[in-house]
Structure formats: C-alpha cells, structure tokens
C-alpha cells in the first residue's frame, strides 16, 4: 500500500523516480480498471483503507490478498468512509459485491507482479539488513536499546514514544503492544493505522538512498578488506556483522545460497566468524577476531555488492519538511 502510494507522487526522485518509472511502465500491461481501483483505494496523499492491511501478517501473497478481501462488510464500508465519494465503479465495494472483490484481487495481484516483484530481493535484503540491527540491539541493551535504536525517525521518552506526524494524535497501547514494521516505502514520518481498536502498528522508514532498486549492479570498491579477503568474501564479512543466515547472505551480498555457504565456510575456518545452527537455520555471527579486524578497517568505504540496495545503511533521518507535528505513540 506504501508503495503505491509513493508510485503516484512525483517528489523524492532521486529516491524513487527509477523504480516509478518502470512499476508505470509495467502497469500498462493491467487492465486500467485495476490500476484506478488501486489508485483510488490508494491515494499519493492522505489516509487510506485500514482494511487493506490486515491485522495478522500472511506467509503467502495469496494468503494476504484473501484476508483482504474476507474484511467484514460493515468493517468495510467504515474503513472506506476515510476516501472522497468513490466514482461509480467503485461503490458495489463498499456493499462488499463479488465481482468488485474479485476485481480488487486480480488488481492487487497485478500490481503486485508489476511494481513489486521485480524488486523485491531488493526490498527483503533492506528488511533483513534493518531487522539484523534492530535484533543486534535488543539483544544488546534490551528494549530500551531497541526503541532507542530508531532513532532520529522515533524517539524513545520512556514511557513515551515521539514521532514526528501529519496530525496531533495520541496511540495508547492499553497493555497490547506494538507492532514495529520496517518499510522502504515509508519516508520521512511513520505510519499508523487509522482506528485507534485495532492492534497497534507503527511502519518506520529503511534506510536508503538512490539506487536501491538495481538488481545486479557491482558496487564493490577496493578497501583494504576487500584486497584481504576478496570482494565477495569482504562483503559477507561486514553483513555478517549484525548477525544474519545463509539466506539473508546471500540476498544482502547478491550471490546464491549454495555460494553464500562457501563464503560462511572459508570464514569460519579462518575463524572470523562463528555458526550455530538452530532447527533448519544457521545463524552467523563474529568471533572477536572477525570484529577486531572489521574495527581496524573500519575507516574503509561499506561498499557491498548487495542487490538494488547498494552500501548498507543506518540513515534513518527526516527532512524538516516532513516534520510537521509531534505525537506520542
């Protein structure tokens, strides 16, 4: 929903005018039917539908696409209350008709393979990377480290957590909790969910920058690392860092996973890192030897050969623009 609410916009270029224009490009191929019914569920400015993001996250796309359209027609017609008055096409859904359902699963399954599935390994290699760092401090220093972690995006004032927002609005967890979810798409303020019953969830901007979206572009640099280890083994190394598994590896550095692993081995023979195996999952982390030599290289260039996400980054900061009013959350 993020992202199509950035696809309409026509600001922050250099940040998202590639990926615009190719997710345009391939949207001509959908019926425009499906693409006005998604830009109407989806306006580039202003509140949209809560119904369009389901409480419980879903394993599949299909899953997600389902919990969508299952929403409870009076749930429906209120979370819709939020947009204008919807043209005429568009009105059957607020009664929940079949065919108008129907409809918003196929555009919502369209839009999906033409604006998102081409970068999405670019897109779980971010999430990956901003989860390795948000777990490395909570590990670390607890809760308190993780909130305050997001920093300057969040301010953690306990017991208050500050973000900066469109409207003054106070979110009361009453005991329930919150949801953190990490999303390239989200820039510059977070985003809540518009009934204050539901779960509480708050998205909070990834770090990027321009050319996050290409998918096999080498930008490995020398440094004194890479000269030491080799480019790829140099890039694994430093990801690593955080802590991560073969699989996030291999979509943070842009190899396969089979590769990855012979990475992790020669690693771990050299004692630079170390993996423990949990179920079905391998975690790696560094030994003090591999943190005590990413330290003295520390002054080189991050330059991984990540897929469509470039050097791995934690600027996480909002342009005064987008800072319009404090809440409390």
């Not at 996250?57 to 429906?76: H, I, K, N, W, Y």
């Not at 920093?151 to 009453?174: F, G, I, M, N, Q």
Request: hydrophobic share 40%.
């Amino acid at each position: 929903m993020l992202s199509a609410s950035q696809l309409w916009r026509t600001e922050r270029r250099a940040m998202f005018g590639h990926w615009r224009t190719e997710a345009r490009a391939h949207l001509r191929s959908l019926p425009a039917s499906h693409v006005g019914l998604v830009r109407y569920l989806v306006p580039s400015m202003g509140d949209f539908p809560d119904f369009l993001t389901p409480p419980r996250a879903a394993p599949t796309l299909a899953e997600g696409v389902d919990a969508v359209l299952s929403t409870p027609r009076r749930r429906m017609r209120q979370d819709l209350a939020v947009l204008p008055d919807p043209p005429g096409w568009a009105r059957p859904l607020a009664d929940a008709d079949r065919t108008v359902l129907s409809t918003l699963g196929d555009a919502l399954h369209g839009y999906y393979r033409a604006a998102l599935a081409p970068v999405w390994p670019q897109l779980q290699a971010r999430v990956d990377a901003d989860r390795a760092l948000r777990g490395r401090a909570l590990l670390d220093h607890g809760v308190d480290g993780l909130l305050r972690s997001l920093r300057p995006t969040l301010r953690w004032s306990p017991p208050v957590l500050e973000a900066d927002y469109p409207v003054d609005r106070d979110l009361h967890l009453a005991g329930r909790g919150l949801l953190l979810v990490p999303s390239l798409f989200c820039h510059g303020t977070p985003v809540t969910l518009i009934d204050p019953d539901l779960r509480p969830v708050l998205v909070y901007p990834v770090g990027k920058e321009p050319g996050w979206w290409r998918s096999s572009a080498d930008r490995t640099a020398p440094d004194s690392l890479a000269r030491l280890l080799g480019p790829s083994r140099a890039a694994a190394l430093r990801v690593i860092e955080y802590g991560c598994t073969t699989g996030e590896l291999a979509r943070r550095i842009g190899v396969t996973a089979p590769t990855a692993s012979q990475h992790t081995a020669v690693l771990r023979d050299a004692e630079l890192i170390v993996s423990t195996r949990h179920r079905n999952t391998v975690l790696h982390t560094l030994t003090p030897l591999g943190a005590t030599l990413l330290a003295s290289v520390s002054k080189d260039p991050v330059t991984l050969r990540t897929p469509g996400a470039g050097p791995l980054s934690s600027d996480f900061s909002a342009s005064p623009k987008d800072m319009v009013r404090r809440s409390q959350c």
